[in-house]
């Protein structure tokens, strides 16, 4: 976790951070800033730090030396869903519920706001419970209650649709599209058959 991400998440200003760990204001901004690597802080910087924060000194600096959060790059929506359905096929049902839930990967994009990617994510899990008769995991209860404003379409249904300058295949995907997903206003009417 980043230190940006976790002011945000415990609802600390970085003038607060300052404060209270008594590392230089314009330090702190520039590690959230990204000019200053908190790698590259001394030892006492951190520390003062992940103390105000709450976090060990290594998860600061590994989700540094990763690239960070703040680093990673958002792939397009229908990228992002063949990767999970890749894991899926790759991890089987089980095991990518458990991963999952201990990586507690859904309040993470939660979090980032990165509301498709979560709620895509979320629906996956609710179906591949519901597959396997299993009880919903009650820990995203709050997420469920969101869906996104517009349905989201597959690419290739938009791209039929206005070649056929119809609304004929969203009307079609949108009927069959899994219940799970669908909740979200997110079709997604296949995700056994990836290749």
């Given at each position: 976790?980043?230190?940006?991400?976790?002011?945000?998440?415990?609802?600390?200003?970085?003038?607060?951070?300052?404060?209270?760990?008594?590392?230089?204001?314009?330090?702190?901004?520039?590690?959230?800033?990204?000019?200053?690597?908190?790698?590259?802080?001394?030892?006492?910087?951190?520390?003062?730090?992940?103390?105000?924060?709450?976090?060990?000194?290594?998860?600061?600096?590994?989700?540094?030396?990763?690239?960070?959060?703040?680093?990673?790059?958002?792939?397009?929506?229908?990228?992002?869903?063949?990767?999970?359905?890749?894991?899926?096929?790759?991890?089987?049902?089980?095991?990518?519920?458990?991963?999952?839930?201990?990586?507690?990967?859904?309040?993470?994009?939660?979090?980032?706001?990165?509301?498709?990617?979560?709620?895509?994510?979320?629906?996956?899990?609710?179906?591949?419970?519901?597959?396997?008769?299993?009880?919903?995991?009650?820990d995203y209860n709050d997420i469920r209650a969101y869906k996104?404003?517009?349905?989201?379409?597959?690419?290739?249904?938009?791209?039929?649709?206005?070649?056929?300058?119809?609304?004929?295949?969203?009307?079609?995907?949108?009927?069959?599209?899994?219940?799970?997903?669908?909740?979200?206003?997110?079709?997604?009417?296949?995700?056994?058959?990836?290749?």
């Amino acid at each position: 976790m980043t230190v940006q991400e976790r002011l945000a998440e415990r609802n600390i200003t970085k003038y607060r951070l300052s404060k209270e760990s008594g590392v230089p204001h314009t330090t702190i901004q520039d590690i959230c800033g990204g000019k200053t690597r908190i790698e590259k802080c001394t030892t006492e910087v951190v520390y003062r730090i992940a103390k105000v924060l709450d976090l060990p000194m290594e998860e600061l600096v590994e989700t540094a030396l990763k690239g960070g959060a703040n680093m990673e790059r958002r792939c397009q929506f229908d990228v992002y869903k063949s990767n999970v359905c890749h894991m899926v096929k790759d991890m089987g049902d089980l095991d990518f519920i458990i991963h999952i839930l201990e990586t507690d990967e859904i309040r993470r994009l939660f979090h980032k706001r990165w509301y498709p990617e979560c709620l895509y994510l979320l629906a996956m899990l609710d179906y591949l419970s519901r597959e396997n008769d299993l009880p919903l995991c009650e820990d995203y209860n709050d997420i469920r209650a969101y869906k996104m404003k517009n349905p989201m379409y597959p690419g290739s249904v938009i791209a039929i649709s206005n070649a056929e300058k119809s609304d004929r295949i969203r009307k079609e995907s949108w009927n069959s599209s899994i219940p799970e997903f669908r909740r979200f206003n997110i079709v997604e009417c296949e995700v056994r058959n990836v290749y």
